[in-house]
């Protein structure tokens, strides 16, 4: 059974970069998809930006598509959030999850207590 663990959240100004990692327990298997997403107080949860491991597809929301990447380390069990350009509305608990269907699947997983991302000046 995959664990994730999420990591690299952080207190940023308006404009700056942060890069997120997603790490599993093991090896992820490549028919797994991987997807970001966040909830900020008061709102539901947000799917920021999926990967399909088997072929390296993306998707990312309107929201950020642009500003941040998805992306595996193909020597190491992670998947990294590169986030740039960042404001006030991308701060929300950031999580990873993870799919054996597709990156549309609305019942994604999640391990862990999530990141911390805040935006602020």
């Known amino acids: 059974q995959l664990q994730l663990a999420e990591s690299g959240g952080g207190l940023v100004q308006p404009g700056g970069s942060l890069k997120l990692s997603c790490v599993a327990s093991?090896?992820?298997?490549?028919?797994?998809?991987i997807a970001w997403f966040r909830q900020a107080p008061g709102k539901e949860r947000e799917g920021v930006s999926c990967?399909?491991?088997?072929?390296?597809?993306?998707r990312y929301s309107n929201s950020v598509k642009g500003r941040f990447t998805i992306s595996r380390d193909n020597g190491r069990n992670t998947v990294y959030l590169q986030m740039g350009g960042l404001t006030p509305e991308d701060t929300a608990v950031y999580f990873c999850g993870a799919s054996r269907s597709s990156c549309a699947d609305p019942n994604f997983r999640s391990w862990g207590q999530g990141t911390q991302v805040t935006v602020s000046s």
């Open positions: 990967i399909t491991l088997r072929d390296g597809s993306t």
């Open positions: 093991e090896f992820i298997p490549n028919y797994y998809h």
